[in-house]
């Protein structure tokens, strides 16, 4: 086999070069995208063979598929981008998925004989919404999760840009997706964050002083929804140059700021992304090779969830065991299914799980009312689900791409259901207002409560781009005194969230001591300044060690230690400093420590040149 050879040979070189402990992982293909209607001549004989192994007989198929070929031989492979899906697109992209898959797994074998470092592929955009057929993507090859059972990583290129906003919305839910169904570490291997090439033919491009907020905002509620790497992409050559983020001093600054945050805080985000979450989303490949309201629905309920900070995952046709896992479940124009899966929400139902259906229903835009699951993956109609659920039809209101999509919320009638579901049926420990006291949109936000502390992650994101003063309750009584880990501010009751800027909020028991760092700053790449520690309740004439250790870009360490008695209860001392650095940007960590050596209190910081 010539790839077989390639790659042994390719391992062989970086041996010999010295090269192979440079390899951080492998990447299979990159942006791939395969149609074996691209090679009908040595494709369609083994699409005919896969149909005769899956239906045995050619009547037996024509009765599934409502169609009336006189034998296997008579069959072509469909047209991909024929808007009109019929049962055996189905069954061809299923075919051209095990094509792909089963080529990538082949790779992927072949590279695990020379090395155990893991291996990806960077797929293409996945999650896409509007009324304009977007349901091609699905005849690209890959499917995550069958990609996953070989794959160590789940790798793909992303675009989210400041001027199509729906893209943040698509782009979160593809990863809580990920994250609830394949379960492997992501990598944004191509990360794409500002419009950086030309616009039009006057030469013009797309950069305000939302451009750095924005790239850093990305990066970040990325990470708070699963992705665990990045790799920021860089224009080198060609007409794009002068756009790229390495002449965006202010783009630069804001990815070295939000990566040291992320580092020294993702201890915080993990706890949020490891909440079990409180409801399901049923994506159905079936659905979504029909029907195109299925992910417009879709995405209207998931931004609906956020708003109100409810945890969100992801069940699917392949995945659909997972539903054990849950007591809510939302069907988001759920119409075809396979009948596997429609079983397992029987069961769900039978067993008191909860289920709100977002519905077709006849009327001003609509010409037929659909019922949840009421037919299979080839269009059959089938027996409708049993036991009660919640339906709710949406009959008003329609979607005109990714215009009304970045203008606007998400559709009245789909928010107003599962609010009223969510209210119903999901106890939300968590709740927020405005300072009137009323609900709040364009909040992506999640919360985790672990005994008497409670960590709160949120982003403003809303369309308006208007800054909003919240509230938080914890079972109805407003939470007060939190802290914003990123900036290090306290004694915050009412949050200020500017559009763009991350929050992580922390509330918890009051500790011994506490520190106050806001002295703190680099000149010259020196760390200077005073940390002050106030002793809240630890017994005087206790021992107290002061760590102040600073983290540079090359991860080196600068650190110093003070040694001293505790000062009295309610008084402040304070350490100065004076280290030198290796950079401009670096996060600082104060910790203060018993004579047990138990930690009393850590606090991080990110400091970086302001002049």
């Not at 010999?16 to 299979?28: D, Y």
């Not at 004989?113 to 955009?125: E, L, Q």
């Not at 007060?480 to 922390?506: C, H, R």
């Not at 680099?522 to 102040?548: D, W, Y």
């Amino acid at each position: 086999n010539v790839m077989a050879d390639y790659i042994r040979e390719m391992f062989e070189w970086l041996e010999e070069n010295e090269l192979t402990s440079s390899i951080h992982t492998i990447i299979l293909s990159n942006e791939p995208i395969f149609r074996t209607t691209w090679y009908s001549d040595y494709y369609t004989p083994l699409f005919r063979s896969y149909l005769q192994e899956k239906y045995g007989t050619c009547a037996s198929m024509n009765d599934e598929l409502g169609t009336d070929y006189s034998s296997f031989d008579a069959v072509s492979m469909p047209n991909y981008k024929n808007p009109s899906k019929s049962a055996l697109d189905y069954d061809w992209s299923e075919f051209n998925d095990e094509i792909f898959c089963s080529w990538h797994e082949f790779l992927a074998t072949e590279v695990k004989k020379y090395t155990n470092k893991p291996v990806s592929i960077k797929a293409g955009y996945a999650f896409e919404t509007s009324n304009e057929d977007r349901r091609e993507r699905l005849t690209r090859g890959y499917d995550f999760e069958i990609l996953g059972k070989f794959t160590d990583i789940s790798g793909f290129d992303q675009i989210e840009l400041k001027e199509y906003p729906i893209q943040y919305w698509t782009n979160m839910m593809f990863y809580d997706y990920l994250h609830s169904t394949v379960k492997k570490p992501m990598y944004n291997s191509e990360a794409h964050f500002i419009n950086d090439k030309i616009n039009d033919e006057n030469g013009n491009f797309s950069y305000t002083e939302e451009t750095a907020a924005h790239y850093g905002n990305s990066l970040w509620m990325s990470a708070a929804h699963g992705v665990n790497m990045f790799s920021n992409w860089c224009w080198d050559e060609g007409e794009h140059v002068p756009y790229s983020i390495l002449t965006r001093p202010d783009v630069i600054k804001e990815i070295g700021v939000t990566a040291l945050d992320m580092t020294r805080l993702s201890s915080n985000l993990t706890d949020l992304l490891n909440k079990k979450p409180q409801v399901a989303l049923f994506y159905s490949k079936a659905s979504r090779m029909y029907e195109v309201k299925h992910m417009e629905f879709m995405v209207d309920a998931y931004r609906t969830l956020a708003f109100m900070g409810v945890k969100v995952g992801f069940v699917t046709e392949e995945s659909i065991d997972l539903l054990d896992n849950y007591d809510a479940l939302i069907l988001p124009a759920v119409k075809y299914t396979t009948d596997e899966a429609k079983e397992k929400v029987n069961s769900f139902i039978a067993e008191g799980g909860k289920v709100l259906s977002l519905n077709k229903e006849v009327g001003t835009f609509y010409t037929t009312t659909d019922s949840p699951m009421s037919c299979d993956e080839h269009k059959n109609s089938t027996s409708e689900l049993s036991g009660s659920i919640t339906n709710s039809a949406i009959s008003t209101g329609t979607w005109s791409g990714y215009k009304a999509y970045n203008t606007s919320g998400p559709n009245a009638e789909i928010s107003d259901a599962v609010k009223n579901f969510v209210n119903s049926n999901i106890i939300n420990k968590v709740t927020v207002t405005d300072e009137a006291g009323n609900t709040v949109s364009g909040i992506d936000w999640s919360y985790v409560v672990d005994g008497d502390s409670v960590t709160i992650n949120l982003s403003n994101v809303d369309v308006n781009k208007e800054r909003k003063k919240l509230k938080f309750y914890l079972d109805g009584v407003q939470i007060t005194d939190m802290k914003n880990l990123i900036t290090g501010d306290g004694g915050i009751s009412t949050v200020t969230a500017d559009f763009y800027e991350p929050v992580l909020l922390s509330v918890g028991p009051t500790n011994q001591v506490s520190v106050d760092i806001s002295d703190l700053q680099i000149t010259n790449k020196t760390l200077i300044g005073k940390v002050k520690v106030k002793n809240e309740s630890l017994p005087l004439g206790e021992k107290m060690i002061i760590k102040i250790e600073a983290y540079n870009d090359h991860d080196a360490i600068r650190g110093y230690q003070y040694v001293t008695t505790a000062i009295p209860t309610g008084e402040i001392d304070g350490f100065k400093t004076s280290m030198p650095l290796e950079s401009d940007v670096v996060c600082v960590r104060i910790s203060v420590i018993n004579e047990e050596e138990t930690e009393l209190l850590v606090s991080m910081k990110t400091l970086y040149v302001t002049e």
